[in-house]
């Protein structure tokens, strides 16, 4: 049984055309992640919510942004995708703490044409 | 984003060997260090995970931690080849509430 979901699995959108990645939980947990992980390159984090508190990484483009409508759901907003943003997405989610492991969703693989 | 180093590889042993991959980290105040396995095209999957100085056995992994050092291993004993994947080194450091930082992995490929 899937604990984090995320839909779809296969992303392809145009340049410039707004495209939203979804992520749902039945884990009941207060904290969800966004990363973005390039080809051979390490996962990035882009933002991550404790409980409705949003946090913003340093270094994420303003092109990004992020809702969580309630505990169960994240989305991530690419306002104009470059091609530069083709990557694979993935959501995770972990109870608050230094010590808590994360739960990753099987992610999203966004191209962008 | 805190640093995490790796050697990106790729890192080649025969079947029934002894795998080495080797992590350092940036910030000294880090806390808790975790190794993920990744296979192409699928999300990471946490396999080991290690809070104090030392090692830490789970079957056939073992981790080591060295926080005087900075220094995070995984040792995977009589390597198979299902184990070929990109192993993540992440970092959970003393400021950064439960955010987890990566490093951009070692391939590890385990000939029959």
């Known amino acids: 049984d899937a604990m984090v979901i995320q839909n779809p699995r296969y992303q392809v959108t145009q340049f410039g055309k707004p495209v939203t990645l979804s992520c749902s939980q039945t884990?009941?947990?207060?904290?969800m992640y966004w990363y973005q992980q390039k080809s051979s390159q390490a996962p990035k984090l882009l933002f991550h919510?404790?409980?409705?508190?949003?946090?913003n990484e340093a270094d994420t483009p303003d092109n990004f942004q992020s809702r969580r409508p309630n505990t169960s759901f994240c989305f991530l907003d690419i306002r104009s995708p470059g091609l530069g943003d083709a990557a694979m997405y993935l959501c995770?989610?972990?109870?608050?703490?230094?010590?808590?492991?994360?739960?990753f969703g099987s992610g999203t693989q966004l191209s962008v044409l | 984003q805190k640093e995490v180093e790796q050697n990106s590889g790729p890192l080649s042993v025969p079947e029934g060997a002894i795998a080495s991959l080797n992590c350092t980290y940036s910030?000294?105040?880090?806390?808790?260090f975790f190794w993920y396995r990744q296979y192409s095209g699928k999300s990471p999957e946490l396999i080991m995970f290690?809070?104090?100085?030392g090692d830490k056995e789970d079957g056939r992994f073992t981790a080591q931690l060295n926080k005087a050092s900075q220094y995070v291993s995984l040792l995977i004993r009589d390597s198979q080849p299902s184990d070929s994947a990109t192993y993540l080194c992440?970092?959970?450091?003393?400021?950064?509430?439960?955010?987890?930082?990566f490093g951009r992995g070692t391939q590890l490929t385990v000939w029959p």
């Open positions: 995770a989610t972990s109870r608050p703490g230094l010590r808590e492991k994360l739960f």
């Open positions: 910030d000294r105040g880090s806390q808790s």
């Open positions: 290690i809070y104090s100085n």
């Open positions: 884990l009941n947990h207060n904290v």
């Open positions: 992440a970092v959970i450091g003393s400021s950064t509430l439960g955010r987890l930082y």
């Open positions: 919510y404790y409980d409705k508190d949003f946090n």
